[in-house]
């Protein structure tokens, strides 16, 4: 799975692309894992080219929301498909997560 | 009359989990069935055949996994046949709290719970020495 990072202001931006799942899952953790170690506390997952997750994908973001939430910093997500925001619905995760429409929105509300 | 199905064999590889959910997705996309569906029905296979190669076998040998979907008049039915150990996942998961707060969700037990959800119904047989999970979706998206 190819995951685009990058730096806007003081939020640092994971673009996952393709498919999150229990094959590629522990990938996902690794590089959220060194984010927090390097100390980014504003993180935004942008769902935009991501097509498909699983409870492993959902998995690492909860663990990633505790982290953060233990250290003071924030976890938001945007741009889910309407698949994926099902999957989110069922799962309780639309009242854990901030989630925005787009990145332009998720920034605008993080800066 | 015929019935409108296809037959997918796998082995216990969870990387071959991506190629079968293009399989679905083109069995989908070719009857009309619409991408929630084919959604609901890749999350509930996922977690199911994840759980199976995780967790179900006793040796580190090949084994084969088959999967057979067939559109019926109104569902879309997914039966999964593999000869890991004896395991029903048919009766209700643990109950998830879904309005509990961040620091009180804990890590894990989704997957099952996941597949209840988005299924109409997941009924297990144990016959031969192999598990038969059949699922069943209502095409309404």
Same mark, same amino acid.
């Given at each position: =799975?190819d995951i685009?990072?990058?730096?806007e202001?003081?939020?640092?931006? =994971?673009e996952?692309?393709?498919r999150?799942d ?5 990938n996902f953790e690794?590089?959220?894992?060194a ?5 980014e506390? !504003?993180l935004?997952i942008?769902? &935009?080219?991501l &097509? ?13 929301a505790?982290r953060?939430?233990?250290?003071g ?9 309407p698949s994926?925001?099902?999957?989110f ?8 997560f ?6 332009? !929105?998720?920034? !605008?509300a993080m800066? | 009359?015929?019935?409108?199905c296809?037959?997918? +064999?796998?082995?216990?590889?969870? *990387?071959?989990i991506? +190629?079968?959910?293009? #399989?679905?997705d083109?069995?989908c996309? @070719? #009857? ?7 959604n609901?029905v890749?999350v @509930?296979l996922? /977690? ?10 006793d040796? /580190?040998?090949l084994h *084969?996994?088959?999967?057979v979907? @067939? #559109? *019926?008049?109104d ?9 890991s150990?004896?395991?029903?996942? +048919?009766? @209700?998961?643990p109950e ?5 707060p961040? /620091? ?16 109409? +119904?997941?009924?297990y #047989?144990?016959t031969?020495?192999?598990n038969v999970v059949?699922?069943k979706?209502?095409l309404i998206?």
């Amino acid at each position: =799975m190819d995951i685009v990072e990058s730096k806007e202001n003081a939020v640092f931006v =994971m673009e996952p692309k393709g498919r999150l799942d229990s094959a590629n899952a522990r990938n996902f953790e690794e590089r959220v894992l060194a984010a927090l170690e390097k100390g980014e506390n !504003a993180l935004l997952i942008d769902f &935009d080219k991501l &097509d498909y997750i699983s409870s492993a994908g959902l998995r690492v973001l909860l663990m990633g929301a505790k982290r953060l939430q233990q250290s003071g910093g924030t976890i938001v997500l945007c741009a889910l498909s309407p698949s994926i925001h099902e999957v989110f619905e069922i799962s309780g995760f639309l009242t854990i997560f901030t989630v925005h429409s787009d990145r332009a !929105a998720a920034l !605008a509300a993080m800066g | 009359m015929d019935e409108d199905c296809v037959e997918i +064999s796998m082995t216990n590889d969870v *990387q071959e989990i991506a +190629s079968l959910a293009a #399989r679905i997705d083109e069995f989908c996309e @070719s #009857r009309g069935i619409g991408p929630m569906i084919a959604n609901a029905v890749n999350v @509930s296979l996922d /977690e199911l055949l994840t759980n199976t190669i995780d967790y179900g076998y006793d040796d /580190e040998g090949l084994h *084969q996994i088959g999967i057979v979907l @067939s #559109r *019926q008049a109104d569902k879309l039915v997914v039966e999964i046949d593999d000869d890991s150990r004896a395991f029903d996942p +048919s009766g @209700s998961p643990p109950e998830v709290d879904l309005d509990a707060p961040l /620091e009180d969700r804990p890590i894990g037990g989704l997957g099952l719970f996941l597949v209840h959800e988005l299924m109409d +119904s997941v009924d297990y #047989r144990r016959t031969d020495g192999r598990n038969v999970v059949t699922l069943k979706k209502h095409l309404i998206d």
